[in-house]
């Protein structure tokens, strides 16, 4: 089992940029496919943005693509989601979660821990 503590919410201006980061603790953290997911206010929760144990594959979805980077740092047992040219759009709950088995999803199913979320507010 891995507990999952996201960081690095906020509030920021439209056109600006947030580092988020996911801190994973108990069983071995290179071992988990991680996924961030969002959701806004009034939507379903989404897929963001995954990457491999390894961390030499990654995925987004289409709206993120060439604005956000995902990466881990399995040393520090974290990873992260490097925000850049933030729209209102991006306003939601970002959630972290770890796949145990498997390669990289987009379904949420398919995740088995989650983060408690963090908070992204992106203002004009």
């Known amino acids: 089992q891995v507990q999952l503590v996201e960081s690095g919410g906020g509030l920021v201006q439209a056109g600006g940029s947030l580092r988020m980061s996911c801190a994973g603790s108990?069983?071995?953290?290179?071992?988990?496919?991680m996924g961030w997911f969002r959701q806004a206010p009034g939507k379903e929760r989404e897929f963001v943005a995954a990457i491999s144990r390894s961390g030499g594959s990654t995925y987004y979805v289409d709206s993120v693509k060439g604005r956000f980077t995902i990466s881990r740092d399995n040393a520090k047992n974290t990873v992260y989601l490097q925000m850049n040219s933030l729209k209102l759009e991006d306003t939601a709950v970002y959630y972290c979660?770890?796949?145990?088995?498997?390669?990289?999803?987009?379904?949420?199913?398919?995740?088995?821990?989650w983060g408690q979320g963090t908070q992204v507010t992106v203002s004009s």
């Open positions: 108990g069983r071995t953290f290179s071992s988990y496919t």
């Open positions: 979660a770890a796949r145990a088995t498997g390669l990289i999803a987009t379904l949420q199913k398919l995740y088995d821990y």
